[in-house]
């Protein structure tokens, strides 16, 4: 299957340097929590993938819908401005993203980035072919989008990462049933310093979807964001979401042994350097 290779957007970051951009920290730099006080929550991308060019071989993602919806419902509650876009192509999946990377977000407090598709390591796929999943991430790096310089840059990849079935194994446990003043500073931070990516899956293995309830990882998140946004930090919640997925699910097929009682547990990456609070 065709690649689709990075727009011109992208090319122009890794042809030449960018030039130096003043960009401004948010907050103080030693607090412990990121400045979530801007004017505008932030907006929130979904691209949700369903169906596929023929020629792809790649089967409809049915109960995905469910996903999408129950994301932008939970979004839009805690006040993002939420954009869902449907089968895009992969071209217009990065033209979509280099365009949102290249707006002011000086008045938001962070972006979330949503994609609901097919996948493999280090692959996701439009609706006519697949893309490197970094081509996602390269456009909002803080020497290229200074306006989310010190702002969490939320990734959440619903797709397989490979072909693998998790069997578990079989555990025992315990089941409980009852200064003063301020001051100015310059620093330098990383360009690829605060973000944050959660896939359903680890690398090299499936994620699974109920064709009708939409996937276990998702449908886990809006759970925990529901629950906890307004009490716990993002990577906390998350942990609540991976505990969820690794130990209260287990799939159940009618397409033979090796398909069924299969697990699967997310996988959070994070370069954060502060809580987020979403809500």
């Known amino acids: ?20 951009i003043d960009a401004v920290l948010p907050g103080l730099v030693d607090s412990s929590d990121y400045c979530m006080d801007f004017p505008h929550r932030g907006k929130c991308y979904i691209f949700n993938h369903k169906n596929f060019d023929s ?9 995905t819908d469910a996903d999408a919806g129950r994301l932008k419902c939970c979004f839009r509650k805690m006040g993002f401005d939420v954009a869902l876009f449907r089968d895009l192509p992969a ?17 938001n407090s962070c972006f979330v980035c949503c994609v609901l598709s097919h996948g493999e390591s280090g692959k996701l796929y439009g609706s006519d072919a697949k893309y490197k999943t970094e081509d996602l991430f390269a456009p909002f790096r803080s020497d290229i989008c200074p306006t989310l310089t010190g702002k969490p840059k939320i990734f959440f990849i619903s797709a397989c990462q490979g072909n693998k079935f998790d069997y ?4 025992k446990c315990n089941l409980v049933t009852d200064s003063s003043g301020v001051q100015e500073v310059t620093y330098r931070i990383p360009t690829h310093a605060d973000f944050l990516t959660v896939y359903a899956t680890v690398s090299g293995y499936c994620s699974w979807r109920d064709k009708t309830k939409g996937s276990w990882f998702i449908q886990a998140l809006c759970d925990a964001l529901e629950a906890h946004a307004k009490d716990m930090d993002l990577l906390g919640l998350l942990t609540v979401v991976n505990r969820k997925v690794a130990y209260k699910l287990e799939s159940c097929t009618s397409q033979g042994n090796s398909m069924s009682l299969t697990n699967q547990v997310p996988c959070v990456m994070s370069t954060l350097t502060r ?3 979403l809500s």
């Open 168 to 171: 578990g194994v079989s555990v």
């Open 275 to 277: 809580n987020i609070k």
């Open 1 to 20: 299957m065709d690649e689709v290779l990075p727009g011109d957007a992208e090319l122009r970051i890794r042809k030449g340097k960018p030039p130096a």
């Open 91 to 107: 071209g217009e999946v990065l033209k979509e993203i280099y365009k949102v990377a290249e707006e002011d977000h000086s008045k």
């Open 55 to 63: 020629l792809t071989g790649l089967e409809a993602r049915h109960g």
